[in-house]
């Protein structure tokens, strides 16, 4: 906890989600688009199931519902990485888990920056999808270099943002006033800029090695690439994208559809082409295609085992489907899946006993009448005294993010890097280690039953 007199690191993080989100709406009105549609979605899904509704109002989730779960941004430089590890830890966002992009033909390394507590969650779970360009991967050594010293050029945080930064650091927090100004500030890093800071010819050169190194490489900052509200009803959104003018990218990434929901579920709508500016030019007469609008739905998380299980289940139905998910296979790859998974018991009380996912444990009123109680959780919770619900799942899938990634930086010309993982190296850009996201949902289960035996005992 901070001491009082600075403003929390929660709040810090949900007011840079609104306001992030306020600017994006302006720079891509079909982002705007897609919020009407998720709006209206979960409105209908809340009529239609008033044991829902009541759920999510007694979970304080209804306030909160259309706004923004993630957004994703690609950084070029080791340098720009760790001062943004430095800016997200001013929002009480910490880097989560690591993920290699390179077998999906993509040269970057990835990590989620979030909170980590489920009380800070539960203020505001925003969590920016952040990715490292690997220039090291890019086999023409002159484009290599000369995209470095693009890079070495820019400078992507305001001077107020890092004062403010360092201020942080110094003393241990930001008053109201400092705070307020840090949201503004640190917003700046993740504007769009229309005006390139390269020829169009570089331009040409760098969009020729991947699409990917030409956003990261010609523009002035990170702008962010998309931002995703939550859908109660993911298939209705995928199936209604067309009757507003936005067009979906083929396939829904992560698990089938299912009355218990697991891990992660998203689609998205391909990214648009933008008028930009090139130094040579003096109208916009270039064009860029990146930016984006995303939805997600959200389940359990899933234990060491069940995601095992759930990686086991995704390859087989992936190798089941001759090629990758596309338009011409869309139909019959959710059929596939739906009959590999059907080997993924779809209950709560089933995932919990096989030791799929993990929990959280409350004290039932009975529990609370009858105490102090004798035994322990699994008598507890059989005698009716603790009830249990899934703990969600806040982080992300290498292979729904490949999906994301192809979907928006076209699926044309495939680039291979081999399997190239290195968390190593991407600890030392970002100076510090990743969190293991396991960890993190132990420890949330542990607390839940902790407080429980507390409660009961
Ligand atoms: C990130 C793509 C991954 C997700 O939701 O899995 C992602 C990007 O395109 O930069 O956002
Ligand atoms: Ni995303």
Not at 204 to 222: E, T, W
Request: hydrophobic letters at 40%.
């Amino acid at each position: 906890m901070p001491a009082s007199g600075f403003a929390h690191p929660d709040d810090i993080r949900a007011r840079f989600s609104r306001a992030m989100s306020e600017m994006y709406k302006q720079e891509v009105p079909l982002y705007g688009t897609l919020l009407e549609l998720v709006a209206q979605t979960n409105e209908q899904v809340l009529a239609a199931d008033p044991a829902l509704h009541e759920r999510l109002r007694h979970n304080g989730e209804l306030e909160r519902l259309d706004a923004e779960r993630h957004g994703a941004i690609r950084v070029g430089t080791a340098q720009e990485l760790a001062t943004l590890a430095r800016l997200f830890a001013v929002m009480g966002m910490q880097p989560v888990g690591y993920y290699d992009l390179t077998p999906a033909g993509v040269p970057v390394h990835s990590t989620a920056f979030r909170a980590v507590h489920e009380q800070s969650l539960a203020v505001s779970p925003f969590r920016v999808f952040t990715s490292l360009l690997r220039l090291e991967l890019v086999d023409n050594a002159e484009l290599r270099e000369q995209a470095a010293a693009i890079l070495a050029r820019r400078q992507i945080f305001t001077p107020r943002a890092l004062a403010l930064i360092e201020q942080h650091e110094r003393v241990g927090g930001l008053d109201e006033a400092q705070a307020e100004e840090f949201v503004e500030q640190a917003l700046e890093t993740f504007r769009w800029h229309q005006r390139a800071t390269v020829t169009a010819q570089q331009y040409q050169q760098l969009h020729d090695q991947h699409r990917l190194i030409a956003d990261v490489v010609a523009f002035k900052g990170p702008h962010i690439n998309h931002l995703t509200p939550r859908t109660l009803d993911i298939d209705q959104i995928q199936a209604g994208m067309p009757a507003r003018g936005i067009t979906p990218k083929a396939v829904i990434e992560g698990p089938p559809p299912r009355k218990e929901p697991i891990l992660l579920r998203q689609t998205s709508f391909k990214a648009l082409q933008e008028r930009v500016a090139f130094t040579d030019q003096a109208g916009t007469e270039g064009s860029h295609t990146a930016r984006f609008g995303e939805i997600e739905q959200r389940g359990a998380a899933l234990t060491p085992k069940g995601r095992a299980l759930y990686d086991e289940l995704l390859a087989t139905s992936r190798d089941a489907l001759a090629g990758v998910p596309s338009e011409g296979n869309a139909e019959q790859y959710m059929r596939l899946l739906g009959e590999h998974f059907s080997a993924f018991p779809d209950d709560a009380r089933q995932m919990r006993e096989q030791g799929l996912a993990w929990f959280r444990y409350v004290p039932t009123a009975s529990g609370l009448r009858l105490r102090p109680l004798q035994g322990g959780l699994d008598e507890w919770i059989a005698a009716g005294h603790v009830a249990f619900e899934p703990i969600v799942y806040e982080d992300f899938l290498p292979v729904s993010a490949a999906g994301i990634f192809q979907s928006n930086l076209g699926d044309g010309a495939q680039n291979d890097y081999g399997q190239n993982a290195n968390q190593a190296q991407f600890q030392h850009a970002l100076g510090r280690e990743v969190i293991d996201e396991m960890a993190l949902y132990d420890a949330t289960e542990r607390r839940s039953i902790e407080a429980c035996l507390a409660q009961l005992r």
